[in-house]
């Protein structure tokens, strides 16, 4: 098995990271196209079981190859630094250029969809079923309104299962669930106020979101790893349906339609005058064509922002001679 230290690998994982920090796009859609999808499964999948009794029998060094460590290690540490860049970055081009970066995006979402469905050698009933539900399911997450959040313990766990699965889907992002469910506010502003009051409720709050996460993560990893493993060719069709039912929300033209209010978790369908958006999340959007756009619709940037994302996957899978990269 391979565990060298991977230079292209950080780069995977710092373009996951970037991602991430983009409302709508999901860093399992990052790690699809750069071919590292099932491998990055298997490895959460090995890890999240915990192998105390490999560890005992086999040694530090041999769990460590058996978990895919290396590779992890370095993913995440790419990751990170990705999250840092896009805070700064990302967020930079959202404020300034968003159609331009949609329109990247776009590019690159519909060029990973077709290139991921081309390595489905046969195309069957099955797989044609697993497509069509994939597309289904996405873009009705694209549309649905927002429900009302709750503090309930339960419903916090929950929350957090439901959006560690989204976030590595490709095509889900796992922040938007959250809006969907109505916890994006409450959980943020639990975690800022752990670290900046120290509140023993926000403390609990964030124990209990994160151990969400953490079994939904050894739950749906070990299904998903067991569906690529047995089931590839409908498992890739469904998640092919998931990155092309995506493309609502990734539309680079896209006037507002709801707020969330950041302080009280407030629906606002017209934002007051003399207000700072900074305060408002925006939760549901209109696509329209580059005429009837609020902002300004760089119309010739957008096209070749959208055709540098195409070109981006054409060239990734020139260079990949196993585009669907298992653990070995």
Not at 32 to 38: E, M, N, P
């Amino acid at each position: 098995m391979k565990n060298e230290w991977n230079i292209y690998h950080a780069l995977k994982g710092m373009a996951m990271g970037m991602a991430e920090v983009v409302p709508g796009v999901s860093g399992g859609t990052i790690a699809f196209i750069t071919g590292i999808y099932i491998r990055l499964i298997d490895a959460i999948k090995k890890i999240s079981g915990i192998p105390l009794g490999r560890l005992r029998h086999t040694g530090l060094k041999a769990t460590w190859n058996y978990i895919d460590g290396n590779f992890l290690v370095t993913l995440g540490l790419g990751m990170f630094m990705g999250i840092v860049v896009g805070v700064f970055g990302i967020t930079y081009l959202l404020e300034h250029y968003p159609a331009m970066l949609w329109g990247f995006f776009f590019g690159l979402i519909i060029a990973s969809a077709i290139y991921i469905g081309r390595q489905i050698a046969h195309w069957t009933m099955l797989e044609i079923i697993g497509l069509v539900l994939g597309v289904a399911i996405a873009f009705y997450i694209t549309i649905v309104s927002p429900v009302e959040g709750s503090g309930s313990l339960p419903f916090v766990f929950i929350s957090g299962m439901i959006a560690i699965c989204a976030l590595i889907l490709p095509g889900i992002s796992g922040s938007f669930i959250l809006l969907l469910l109505g916890m994006y506010t409450f959980i943020i502003h639990s975690v800022k106020e752990l670290l900046t009051d120290q509140s023993s409720y926000a403390l609990l709050i964030t124990i209990i979101f994160a151990g969400g996460c953490i079994l939904g993560i050894m739950i749906f990893s070990r299904f998903l790893s067991w569906l690529l493993h047995r089931h590839l060719s409908p498992t890739l069709a469904l998640l092919t349906g998931f990155m092309l039912g995506s493309l609502n929300r990734i539309w680079p033209w896209r006037n507002p339609t709801l707020w969330l209010e950041d302080a009280t978790g407030e629906h606002v369908r017209i934002l007051p005058l003399n207000v700072s958006t900074e305060d408002y999340h925006i939760i549901q959007e209109m696509n329209v064509w580059p005429a009837n756009y609020e902002g300004t619709p760089f119309l010739i940037g957008t096209i070749l922002c959208f055709l540098l994302g195409l070109f981006i996957v054409y060239w990734l899978g020139r260079q990949q001679s196993n585009p669907i990269e298992m653990s070995r």
